[in-house]
């Protein structure tokens, strides 16, 4: 079991940085691959970028590549996302979610979520 907790969302203008982080609990953690996810509003939730369980690993969404970068600290439990030259088309709410697979792209690949954080860039 893993249960995953996101913060660090908030409003931020076009091309500043934000970074968010997922706090998770669960002796299994370290074995999970990480994603995050986000969804705006009236949209899909899409897949945004993933991590392997041991960081070797990482993989991005065309959207973000080259912007957004995906770490883990897996003595902390924690999976952050960096993401830096952010743009109106980034508002959504990001999801932090937990797998045993890495190269999974879609929303039901992944066994477990976090509530999500709000993240809003201003044009």
């Known amino acids: 079991q893993v249960h995953l907790v996101e913060s660090g969302g908030r409003l931020v203008q076009t091309g500043g940085s934000l970074r968010l982080s997922c706090a998770a609990s669960?002796?299994?953690?370290?074995?999970?691959?990480m994603a995050w996810f986000r969804q705006a509003p009236g949209k899909e939730r899409e897949f945004v970028a993933a991590?392997?369980?041991?960081?070797?690993?990482?993989s991005y969404a065309d959207s973000v590549k080259g912007r957004f970068t995906i770490s883990r600290d897996n003595a902390k439990n924690t999976v952050n996302l960096q993401m830096n030259s952010l743009k109106p088309e980034d508002t959504a709410v990001y999801y932090c979610?937990?797998?045993?697979?890495?190269?999974?792209?879609?929303?039901?690949?992944?066994?477990?979520w976090g509530q999500g954080t709000q993240v809003t860039v201003s044009s």
């Open positions: 979610a937990a797998g045993r697979y890495m190269d999974r792209y879609y929303p039901s690949e992944y066994e477990y």
């Open positions: 669960g002796r299994t953690f370290s074995r999970y691959a």
């Open positions: 991590i392997r369980w041991s960081g070797g690993s990482t």
